[in-house]
Nanobody, 120 residues
C-alpha cells in the first residue's frame, strides 16, 4: 500500500521558518521523482519544488531562494525547508511522487496534505 505522510505544518509569523517532512512507503522511493505542491484557499494547486531521483532540484519562482527541497533515499523521506515565509505561502502543502520529474505535473501518488499558515 502506497503512503505519503506529511508532517511539520503549523502557524508561523511572516519572516519565520518551517520544515515539512514526507515519509514514503509502499513503492520504490529511490527511483521516483518527488515534489511539493501547495494549494492556497480558492486557488489551484501549485507545484513549488521538485527533486529528481538523482537529487537535482527545481523551484517555482515564487519560492526560489527561500525554500529548499531535499531527500534521503535510505530513510525514504523528502523534506521542504521553508525560510523567510510570507503570508502568500499560506496553504495546504502536499507531497507527491512520480516516476520521472516531468510526470510530477500529474503525480502518481499524493499525500494527504499539511496546513501551513503564515500570519502577517
Amino acid at each position: 500500500q502506497v503512503q505519503l505522510v506529511e508532517s511539520g505544518g503549523g502557524l508561523v509569523q511572516a519572516g519565520g521558518s518551517l520544515s515539512l517532512s514526507c515519509a514514503a512507503s509502499g513503492f520504490v522511493f529511490s527511483i521516483h521523482a518527488m515534489g511539493w505542491y501547495r494549494q492556497a484557499p480558492g486557488k489551484q494547486r501549485e507545484l513549488v519544488a521538485t527533486i529528481t531521483s538523482g537529487g537535482s532540484t527545481n523551484y517555482a519562482d515564487s519560492v526560489k531562494g527561500r525554500f529548499t527541497i531535499s531527500r534521503d533515499n535510505v530513510k525514504k523521506m523528502v523534506d521542504l525547508q521553508m525560510n523567510n515565509l510570507k503570508p502568500e505561502d499560506t496553504g495546504v502543502y502536499y507531497c507527491a511522487a512520480a516516476p520521472v520529474v516531468i510526470a510530477l505535473v500529474k503525480p502518481r501518488y499524493w499525500g494527504q496534505g499539511t496546513q501551513v499558515t503564515v500570519s502577517s
